[in-house]
């Protein structure tokens, strides 16, 4: 039986050269090609190392096709490191489509972790909220942009955004439109570099900041946005549930619940979303 190759995922580092695992640098240093979202990049990093290696480039406009190139390369036994220009490929970055056709040919693939934007942003963040939701670049239209983040109002987690430098400001009023000016922002960027900045302020307070200072527009960002607010909903007693119930029988949601919330003294919404569930149970 022929022996197919390995492909390695490999992270590399999002500013600082030095954050790069030895692990890392034992795999770039015996494979036989590495696959580079920009090859000239990836050959800067490579020099860094002191290592010469067959660059392959696999970016977002040719994934599909630098995906049959290098299925025939593991096919043939030899064995692929896939990079990015920085941090973890696949994460907000070409990887995803190539790891998936991999692992569906059942060649085998190996992660080898290091720096990841998110994790590096939120460990010095200070959060310490529950849990936290990652959905990488906003939409670059405004409209789609304010619809992707109506999406994520109700969220009650940390919610964790990348922004390009020249989308920062629209982004940010854009944030402020939609989830409100009440919640904690903090702007992670140039993480790791010469000029790294983390600050915390309110929504209603973020355009000022930016606009302070033209530099505080530059460089890649991680926004960490806080968690929308838990709102706390009534109980609804046994008696509750029973009158709302009779009352469906005969009529509209809407007019049911007027009528429950009269009679319950409960709150309208509550009753409304114990209604939906009923509904939907039935």
Not at 86 to 108: C, L, M, N, Y
């Amino acid at each position: 039986m022929k022996q197919y190759g390995t492909l390695y995922v490999v992270a590399t580092p999002i500013g600082n050269l030095g954050d790069i695992t030895l692990r890392a640098i034992e795999t770039l240093k015996h494979v036989d090609a590495i696959a580079a979202e920009d090859t000239r990049h990836t050959g800067g990093l490579l020099a860094h190392l002191g290592l010469s290696k067959k660059l392959i480039a696999v970016h977002e406009h040719n994934e599909n096709q630098a995906t049959e190139k290098l299925l025939i390369l593991l096919k043939n036994g030899e064995s692929v490191a896939l990079v990015t220009d920085a941090g973890t490929p696949g994460i907000s970055d070409p990887g995803a489509v190539v790891v998936d056709a991999v692992r569906k040919e059942q060649i085998k693939v190996v992660p080898i972790p290091g720096v990841s934007a998110v994790i590096t942003a939120l460990s010095a963040s200070g959060i310490a909220q529950n849990g936290f939701y990652f959905h990488g670049f906003l939409p670059a239209s405004g409209t789609a942009r304010r619809k992707a983040l109506e999406s994520l109002k109700s969220f009650s987690v940390t919610l964790v955004l990348y922004e390009a430098p020249h989308r920062i400001v629209e982004c940010v009023e854009d944030i402020a439109k939609v989830l409100g000016e009440a919640r904690n922002i903090t702007f992670a960027r140039e993480l790791t570099k010469t000029f790294e900045t983390i600050y915390t302020c309110s929504v209603s307070q973020a355009g000022a900041w930016l606009q302070a200072d033209a530099n505080q527009q530059r460089g890649e960002f991680v926004l960490l946005i806080e968690a929308a607010p838990v709102i706390e909903t009534q109980e609804i007693s046994e008696e509750a549930q029973r009158i709302l119930k009779c009352l469906l029988v005969d009529l509209p949601l809407k007019q049911a619940v007027t009528l429950a919330t009269e009679i319950t003294k409960l709150k309208k919404n509550d009753l409304y979303e114990f209604a939906l569930k009923l509904k939907k149970d039935k």
